[in-house]
């Protein structure tokens, strides 16, 4: 146990903290994959406002399609193919 509380990462300072310009940076996706996931949460709000207390079946399909817009733009943006990290 003591061997491991002395020994650093690669690629990190000696103090524990990731050293600028390694592969280990945080990349937190594009803007526009944001707000593709921003309107699928937004349409899944909808759509469950809308069965509670009894279903209104034009607000939940409202939300349905607003969530599938949604899918349409995460598409656009390739969020499944680039921003994956």
């Known amino acids: 146990m003591a061997e491991q509380a002395t020994r650093t990462v690669a690629g990190t ?3 524990g903290s990731l050293a600028h310009g390694t ?10 994959s944001w707000v593709a ?3 699928i949460i937004v349409g899944f709000v909808i ?3 809308a069965m509670v207390p009894h279903p209104i079946w034009w ?3 409202l939300g349905a ?7 349409l733009m995460t ?6 193919s680039e921003d994956w990290y």
Do not use: D, N, Q
């Not at 399609?65 to 899918?71: H, L, Y």
């Open 59 to 61: 607000l939940f399909w």
């Open 47 to 49: 759509g469950g406002i």
């Open 75 to 80: 598409l656009v943006a390739k969020t499944f």
């Open 65 to 71: 399609g607003i969530a599938i817009v949604g899918c």
């Open 37 to 39: 996931v921003s309107v």
């Open 13 to 15: 300072s000696p103090a």
């Open 23 to 32: 592969a280990e940076a945080h990349h937190h996706g594009k803007p526009m």
